[in-house]
């Protein structure tokens, strides 16, 4: 049996204006998850994903580290109910 997860990340640092949320976009798609990611006014960008756990994870992983341009400082990863909810992954805002 598969199993499924989803995370809401809260990733700050130098994460704006360095392309963070359509880098984010090609790793999601590359380790098969869906759901978004945007830009929050205090400088940090938020992420909602959810997948096979296995992908998730790495997808997570990846965040930690973000696009060579970006400076990841911290990340912070709430688990959340999965719901099936998206069809890809996609910018929101």
């Keep these: ?3 499924m997860k989803r995370v809401r990340l809260r990733i700050s640092g130098g994460v704006q204006g360095v392309a963070f949320r359509y ?3 090609d790793a999601a798609q590359r380790f098969g998850v ?3 990611v945007r830009n929050v006014p ?3 960008v ?3 994903a959810e997948g096979e756990t296995a992908a998730v994870d790495e997808f997570a ?3 930690r580290m973000g696009p ?3 400076r990841v400082e911290d990340v912070k990863v709430k688990v959340e ?3 099936n909810s998206f069809d890809g992954f996609e910018v929101w805002g």
């Design 1 to 3: 049996m598969v199993r």
């Design 34 to 36: 869906t759901g978004w």
């Design 23 to 25: 880098h984010t976009v």
């Design 68 to 70: 060579r341009m970006a």
């Design 61 to 63: 992983f990846w965040c």
């Design 81 to 83: 109910a999965y719901g």
């Design 42 to 44: 205090d400088g940090t």
């Design 46 to 48: 938020e992420v909602l």
